[in-house]
């Protein structure tokens, strides 16, 4: 593509590495995804060489591992982005892909852990429950766990004898617990910190013979370290005096983490020496780290970005690590930090505007999805977009967002008001925003994707005073329908968040249900939606769409081959013009 594309175009076009990992025991062996083929896909890297494209699918690839030994590539054969498949596996030099283990049928993928001797872990889930299933060198795969709720497999240890997964079996799927077993499916240790008290597992200790775990945990009301001895028993607490959220990683040689701090969306990193409890900063610039992992040689590797910067694979070593081939992206602007008063506290919220202008602009408040996530500054070339055209955007962490602690994360089940409690803190940054000058009140448009295009369509509903458009993308828009035809993971995660199924309590589901306010929508929508979306299913969305129609409301749709997103560019391209085409015809911007 010529580099006369606009800006937004050529940002979307750039190349950019997602999900880098290195073979354990071949440390110059890379697996990473990339969109440098003009879809995302698998790509294999030795140190010194050039990338190699895996896997070559018209509706891409996301997901991927590398053997600890750096011999083979395994990646998840879904059909068309619905996310239910099976494991195929290359070796990383080249050649042809053949089933990782031919005796499992499809399912949804809930972990994988390769290890030293030729056996793999696989988690699997369907309508039926999860499955924990061992193979050895390719052969018959054995169950070694089964429940009606949701599991993960966590990782294995150094010497391939125990694996740890993560599990609800107490029913509440998003604070779940910790089990070891021996790869008879044998239970060695368990550990759960009780109602409400979640715990992520991270990895075993890279070291033979070695049995501590790393796991976060949430008994001081954030995410933080714990180093479990499953030999032993013992759990050691990490505290360290950081004010944000805090996760971690090995080093290499056991005897140190790899500390990364979450605080009012930016990111940090440390070095942390678990026998003198020493913290070291490793002097990053301000912006958000979505990986890091540390090298043989002490050195740390990390992808960091900003709001302004393109995505960059660093090295502490004062380096690039790999640069993917294609067009660089063009630079955007920074963001500003506004904290504003809400009635459940104060709320986090990022914004970008124009260069050059003046307000008030017309204004999109960019609602992330999740919504067990948060909005960081770091480089969004969608929202980079809006911004190019004479937009300011607007991203509110909102309660249920992460990385602002436990209390504000959990606000939303302990409310029962789910969605209402969020557009609460959205509708406070709105007014903030007017009252400041930056926006005009009489072009909002309120956007979003996934979770965030589910807040779009029932603010649109409940507060229909406050936007000017509406601009969701696969969202939830007939909750019941959505619960009745979404992926057993997700129906664990809303039986948790809502307290029960539509049966049980049929008036919150409806209460939080945007098609249950839909007669109130009197501003223009445009929904996009994917025909093989397995978590937000389109059956519902076109439920939404025919009552919108009954209703005359205007509205336009866009349909995609593909699953939750797209991994094809050039239709993220198409998808992000009409709408921001729709949001210029209706406001006249």
């Not at 294995?156 to 599990?167: E, K, Q, R």
């Not at 910190?193 to 033979?208: E, I, M, N, Q, S």
């Not at 940090?268 to 026998?275: F, G, I, N, T």
């Not at 509708?427 to 009252?435: F, H, I, L, N, T």
């Amino acid at each position: 593509m010529p580099d006369t594309a606009p800006a937004w175009e050529q940002r979307l076009r750039a190349a950019y590495i997602v999900n880098p990992e290195w073979a354990d025991d071949a440390p110059d062996r890379m697996v990473f995804t990339c969109n440098a083929s003009g879809t995302y896909e698998v790509y294999a890297w030795e140190r010194g060489g050039r990338p190699r494209q895996v896997t070559d699918r018209p509706n891409g690839t996301f997901t991927a591992a590398i053997s600890p030994d750096g011999e083979w590539i395994w990646w998840f054969a879904d059909t068309d982005g619905d996310e239910f498949g099976v494991w195929m596996r290359q070796p990383f030099a080249g050649g042809p892909d053949e089933p990782a283990v031919p005796g499992l049928d499809k399912a949804y993928s809930t972990g994988l852990a390769l290890g030293r001797t030729g056996v793999a872990v696989i988690g699997r889930s369907t309508d039926e429950g999860s499955w924990v299933h061992v193979a050895r060198h390719g052969g018959e795969p054995a169950t070694i766990y089964h429940h009606r709720e949701d599991s993960y497999v966590i990782g294995l240890t150094h010497d391939d004898d125990l694996v740890a997964i993560g599990h609800s079996e107490h029913g509440d799927a998003r604070h779940k617990a910790l089990r070891v077993l021996t790869l008879a499916g044998e239970t060695v240790a368990d550990l759960w910190d009780g109602p409400g008290k979640g715990l992520a597992g991270v990895r075993f200790a890279p070291l033979p013979g070695d049995r501590r775990l790393l796991a976060l945990h949430e008994r001081h009301g954030r995410w933080e370290p714990l180093v479990w001895d499953v030999a032993t028993g013992e759990q050691t607490e990490i505290a360290l005096d950081l004010p944000g959220e805090i996760s971690a990683d090995w080093y290499p040689d056991g005897r140190a983490l790899l500390v990364r701090h979450a605080h009012q969306a930016r990111s940090e990193l440390y070095r942390y020496d678990l026998a003198t409890g020493e913290l070291e900063s490793l002097g990053l610039p301000k912006g958000t780290v979505r990986y890091a992992t540390a090298r043989p040689d002490g050195s740390v590797e990390y992808l960091w970005s900003s709001a302004e910067h393109p995505p960059a694979l660093r090295s502490t070593r004062d380096e690039v690590v790999l640069t993917p081939p294609g067009i660089t992206a063009p630079p955007s602007v920074p963001v500003e930090d506004a904290w504003v008063d809400g009635p459940g506290g104060r709320v986090h919220a990022l914004v970008a505007r124009p260069a050059g202008a003046a307000g008030p602009y017309p204004t999109v408040f960019l609602v992330h999805g999740g919504p067990e996530a948060h909005d960081t500054d770091s480089f969004a070339p969608g929202a980079a977009a809006w911004v190019d055209h004479g937009f300011a955007v607007v991203r509110v962490n909102y309660r249920g967002s992460t990385g602002y602690g436990k209390h504000w994360r959990d606000a939303l089940a302990e409310s029962g008001r789910i969605g209402l409690t969020e557009l609460e803190d959205i509708a406070a940054v709105r007014d903030w925003a007017v009252r400041s000058g930056l926006t005009d009140p009489g072009r909002i448009v309120l956007a979003g994707a996934s979770w965030g295009g589910y807040l779009t369509l029932l603010g649109l509903g409940t507060q229909p005073d406050l936007w000017s458009l509406g601009i969701a993308g696969v969202p939830v828009a007939d909750y019941v329908a959505a619960y009745e035809d979404e992926m057993e993971e997700l129906r664990a995660f809303d039986r948790t968040l809502f307290g029960g199924t539509p049966q049980e309590v049929p008036e919150r589901y409806e209460r939080s249900s945007p098609i249950t306010y839909v007669a109130n929508v009197r501003v223009p929508v445009f929904i996009s939606a994917g025909v093989n979306d397995p978590r937000c299913p389109i059956r519902q969305i076109e439920n939404y769409l025919n009552r919108l129609a009954e209703l005359g409301t205007p509205y336009e749709v866009y349909r995609y081959e593909a699953g939750h997103s797209s991994f094809v560019v050039e239709e993220r391209i198409k998808l992000l013009r009409a709408e921001i085409e729709f949001a210029r015809k209706h406001l006249g911007v």
